[in-house]
């Protein structure tokens, strides 16, 4: 779509990914005209990822745990108005993290399994010294999220999609902030989201450095049909189960904005995945991919009001996070155009002027 050089909204959100179409959503709900704008970009880490909703998983503070299972719990509510368009849209819960041994202490909603309980929950793994299962932790088929959320956006009276187009410059120095497209097309709105994933950094006229890099993930999926029911971590691995599929993932690679998926990491990845699955040793590989994960260098979303330039709100930066913080951010971002109180009391730790130094 193309606007006259006089278009106006109240918001225009940059990045169409699951954080983009997600805050586009939410402000159209709440009343704002917005322009999403889009482009065609091999990696996008929404499409490439494996949908793992696992705040419990990792090392985390108190603090950010909380607002990572702040999002978590947001999903039924913003799955329900998706399931308009793909009725079949569930959280699978219950992810299983292998360990070497058994923690000290354990979240309320995780429970200890020795490694009989795990052969018996599932067959397939092997977990010799036993496991966590994180009963509220689980998965997503983030293909199908994204896709239901594009139909949702295409079809809101609110919402104005520039596809394949990306934006070239932005301009918030004074007044309404002006999105400038690599074609031309330029609109003002009075509140500009910067979502664009891993491409954030690229655009022009922002303020200050966004610290942004792709961090290159390669996953591949088996033939492997009902080998295993919930998803599985240990490590670095995640299986997932994904209808006739079992996705395994990812590396961690520093490969600027190359997406090739190799035969290394393909051989990589059947290696660690046949060691926690050993079945998986005789499935066949169906397919391989590689993504793009927008990292920041603590890994940390940068969320919030520029401090300089307040037109512009920051909903990028969320590395290996996205689908998981969507509806948290969602809600964020309206909070923030709307000048509204917090959603969440740790959202200043997400600030991008925790990196002025």
């Given at each position: 779509m193309a606007f006259p050089q006089s278009s106006h909204f109240d918001t225009a959100v940059i990045g169409d990914g699951i954080i983009g179409l997600s805050a586009a959503l939410e402000l159209a709900r709440a009343g704002a005209s917005c322009a999403l704008f889009g482009a065609d970009r091999p990696g996008a880490g929404?499409?490439?990822?494996?949908?793992?909703?696992a705040p419990s998983v990792g090392q985390r503070d108190g603090e950010?745990?909380?607002?990572?299972?702040?999002?978590?719990n947001l999903f039924p509510a913003f799955l329900a108005p998706l399931r308009e368009f793909d009725p079949e849209l569930e959280v699978l819960e219950g992810l299983l993290e292998t360990m070497p041994s058994r923690p000290a202490a354990l979240d309320a909603d995780s429970r200890w399994l020795s490694d009989a309980e795990v052969r018996r929950t599932e067959p397939a793994?092997?977990?010799?010294?036993?496991?966590?299962?994180?009963?509220?932790?689980?998965?997503?088929?983030?293909?199908?999220?994204v896709a239901a959320?594009?139909?949702?956006?295409?079809?809101?009276?609110?919402?104005?999609v520039v596809g394949g187009d990306g934006v070239a410059e932005v301009?918030?120095?004074?007044?309404?902030?002006?999105?400038?497209?690599?074609?031309?097309?330029?609109?003002?709105?009075?509140?500009?989201?910067?979502?664009?994933?891993?491409?954030?950094?690229?655009?022009?006229?922002?303020p200050r450095r966004v610290p942004i890099s792709p961090l290159k993930g390669q996953i591949i999926a088996f033939d492997a049909p009902d080998l295993i029911h919930r998803p599985v971590s240990a490590g670095h691995v995640y299986l997932v189960p994904r209808g006739r599929e079992l996705v395994a993932g990812a590396t961690s690679e520093d490969a600027g904005f190359d997406t090739t998926a190799t035969e290394d990491g393909e051989r990589t990845l059947r290696a660690a995945a046949t060691k926690l699955c050993p079945p998986l040793a005789?499935?066949?590989?169906?397919?391989?991919?590689?993504?793009?994960?927008?990292a920041t260098s603590d890994m940390l979303?940068?969320?919030?009001?520029?401090?300089?330039?307040?037109?512009l709100i920051y909903a990028c930066g969320h590395a290996r996070n996205g689908i998981?913080?969507?509806?948290?951010?969602?809600?964020?971002?309206?909070?923030?155009?709307?000048?509204?109180?917090?959603?969440?009391?740790?959202?200043?730790?997400?600030?991008?002027?925790?990196?002025?130094?």
């Amino acid at each position: 779509m193309a606007f006259p050089q006089s278009s106006h909204f109240d918001t225009a959100v940059i990045g169409d990914g699951i954080i983009g179409l997600s805050a586009a959503l939410e402000l159209a709900r709440a009343g704002a005209s917005c322009a999403l704008f889009g482009a065609d970009r091999p990696g996008a880490g929404s499409g490439a990822a494996a949908g793992i909703l696992a705040p419990s998983v990792g090392q985390r503070d108190g603090e950010i745990r909380e607002f990572f299972r702040y999002s978590l719990n947001l999903f039924p509510a913003f799955l329900a108005p998706l399931r308009e368009f793909d009725p079949e849209l569930e959280v699978l819960e219950g992810l299983l993290e292998t360990m070497p041994s058994r923690p000290a202490a354990l979240d309320a909603d995780s429970r200890w399994l020795s490694d009989a309980e795990v052969r018996r929950t599932e067959p397939a793994i092997d977990a010799p010294n036993g496991a966590v299962l994180h009963t509220h932790d689980g998965a997503i088929d983030n293909t199908r999220v994204v896709a239901a959320l594009r139909r949702a956006v295409s079809r809101h009276p609110r919402v104005s999609v520039v596809g394949g187009d990306g934006v070239a410059e932005v301009d918030v120095s004074t007044g309404p902030a002006r999105v400038t497209t690599r074609a031309g097309t330029s609109v003002h709105a009075n509140s500009l989201i910067l979502a664009a994933g891993a491409w954030s950094a690229q655009i022009r006229g922002l303020p200050r450095r966004v610290p942004i890099s792709p961090l290159k993930g390669q996953i591949i999926a088996f033939d492997a049909p009902d080998l295993i029911h919930r998803p599985v971590s240990a490590g670095h691995v995640y299986l997932v189960p994904r209808g006739r599929e079992l996705v395994a993932g990812a590396t961690s690679e520093d490969a600027g904005f190359d997406t090739t998926a190799t035969e290394d990491g393909e051989r990589t990845l059947r290696a660690a995945a046949t060691k926690l699955c050993p079945p998986l040793a005789d499935a066949r590989v169906a397919r391989r991919w590689a993504g793009l994960r927008p990292a920041t260098s603590d890994m940390l979303p940068i969320l919030g009001e520029d401090p300089e330039s307040p037109s512009l709100i920051y909903a990028c930066g969320h590395a290996r996070n996205g689908i998981l913080l969507a509806p948290a951010t969602a809600l964020a971002v309206r909070a923030f155009v709307e000048h509204a109180p917090p959603v969440h009391p740790s959202i200043d730790r997400f600030s991008i002027a925790r990196f002025a130094d």
